[in-house]
């Protein structure tokens, strides 16, 4: 199910709310462990606050049932051209994994990092349009003019219910981080910049380039 009411206000920005919930059902070939079934789901609200400034926060959560799973990879953003992965970090042998899914957005976090067969994430999203509100200047260049830096925040989780323990340090852990972005268009295709810390300034940043607009 897909409800979305939301409406542009400027390029990239939008005001009203959307309600996604997803089911997915898998059955082996062989038949020899019954069906596994996934469900998602996503509420997001996006409130233009002045003058364009929009606030956009998002909340989703998934989790999977059966004789296997459904492994929910908390990590970095759609689209990503600078794929961050943590090589050392893997779900044990033994879990019973069949399939594994990104969930994005979670920033300053790499792939393997946190990981479960269910998960929350919650996203806080502000962003200001620089040259289409706060600044009434338009110059000849389109990727200027629709120039929107932004804040954030993300809050995440992912655990294991068949075990609290984990070669994972993160599982089953409330999670965030917190960081900046900046996002345009060029040739008609959107490009977004964004640097995100884990929990604390003291913590080494993660970059990541997208073609995506991603909230």
Known sequence: MNYNKLLTTLFNLHKGYRVKLLLDVFQPLDESGGPMLGSTMQLRYDLPLYKYITWVTQLQAGRSFGHSHI????????????????????????????????????????????????????????????????MPIETPLLFINQLQPGLFADLGK??????????????????????????????????????????????????????????
């Not at 479960?116 to 996203?123: A, D, H, P, Q």
């Not at 323990?165 to 981080?177: A, D, E, G, I, M």
């Not at 640097?195 to 909230?215: C, D, I």
């Open 71 to 134: 492994q929910y990879n908390l990590a970095g953003l759609d689209n990503n051209v600078t794929v961050k992965v943590d090589s050392n970090a893997h779900a044990a042998q033994n879990a019973p994994y069949a399939f594994q899914t990104l969930v994005t957005p979670f920033r300053g976090y790499l792939q393997n990092d946190v990981y479960g067969n269910y998960y929350g994430v919650w996203n806080s999203d502000v962003y200001f349009p620089l040259f289409q509100s706060l």
């Open 158 to 215: 992912a655990g294991e219910i068949w075990t609290n323990k984990s070669t994972n340090p993160n599982n089953n852990n409330w999670l965030w981080s917190y960081g900046a972005s900046l996002r345009s268009s060029l040739a008609g295709y959107p490009l977004r910049l964004d640097v995100a810390w884990r929990g604390t300034f003291n913590k080494k940043p993660v970059w990541y380039f997208t073609l995506s607009k991603v909230l």
